[in-house]
């Protein structure tokens, strides 16, 4: 498997624009996690679906971030109008669990930088 | 959400076993605690997971004592390549409501 993928890995944009984050999970996991990571916070859990459905945005910072999760296979977590504050390391996981493991795993991140 | 603290950073030597221990004094029932390791330009990649007492996989082992308030990531004879952050998790996914600590710097040295 190739594990959980995002893209783009690098973002560079300016104040105002909007910046679409992309991730696939991992085939048969049906939980995909966004995380968001910085020097100062560290990692901070953004949104949560499960079976596509969104189960929780209570870390999503403000109006400005939107999530959605079309099908099993693709996620989107979307900024616009991005600000300089927004600039950080942004992380998608997915999930697998059983009788007695529950762990996701993390994608190689997306690094986004705001002018 | 349980409240975490775990060392800032710690330094060892080649062929030594490395201890991390991280708190959580509030940790709820039906909650996991879980170990990553995180290397530069890296998601965190998970390396062990426990609810108590002790688990063991092919590279760490976990001891978490009978009141569950903390926890202690062991890894035995660490080499260079272990050098990386390594974040204590507690929480259970299922529930959504997980806490992250702010990780620890292990740094090896030959």
């Known amino acids: 498997d190739a594990g959980v993928i995002q893209s783009p890995r690098h973002e560079v944009t300016e104040m105002g624009q909007e910046v679409t984050l992309r991730c696939k999970p991992i085939?048969?996991?049906?939980?995909l996690f966004w995380y968001r990571q910085t020097m100062m916070r560290g990692l901070e859990l953004l949104i949560y679906?499960?079976?596509?459905?969104?189960?929780?945005d209570s870390g999503m910072p403000e109006d400005r971030f939107s999530a959605k999760m079309p099908n099993a296979s693709f996620s989107t977590l979307k900024i616009q109008p991005s600000e300089p504050r927004d600039s950080a390391v942004y992380f998608c996981?997915?999930?697998?669990?059983?009788?007695?493991?529950?762990?996701?795993?993390f994608g190689p991140g997306t690094r986004l930088t705001v002018l | 959400l349980a409240k975490i603290t775990q060392p800032i950073s710690m330094d060892s030597y080649e062929g030594q076993e490395v201890n991390i221990t991280c708190s959580h004094n509030?940790?709820?029932?039906?909650?996991?605690i879980t170990w990553y390791q995180q290397f530069p330009s890296q998601g965190p990649r998970f390396i062990i997971q426990?609810?108590?007492t002790k688990v063991t996989n092919e590279v760490a082992s976990l001891f978490i004592p009978a009141d569950r308030k903390s926890s202690t990531l062991s890894l035995p004879r660490v080499s260079l390549s272990d050098t990386a952050v390594y974040y204590c998790l507690v929480g259970r996914l299922s529930d959504y409501k997980l806490s992250f600590g702010a990780g620890t710097t292990v740094t090896v040295r030959a």
């Open positions: 996981a997915s999930r697998t669990s059983g009788p007695r493991t529950d762990t996701q795993y």
């Open positions: 426990g609810y108590k």
């Open positions: 085939s048969g996991h049906n939980s």
């Open positions: 509030n940790i709820a029932t039906n909650d996991y």
């Open positions: 679906f499960n079976n596509n459905v969104p189960i929780d």
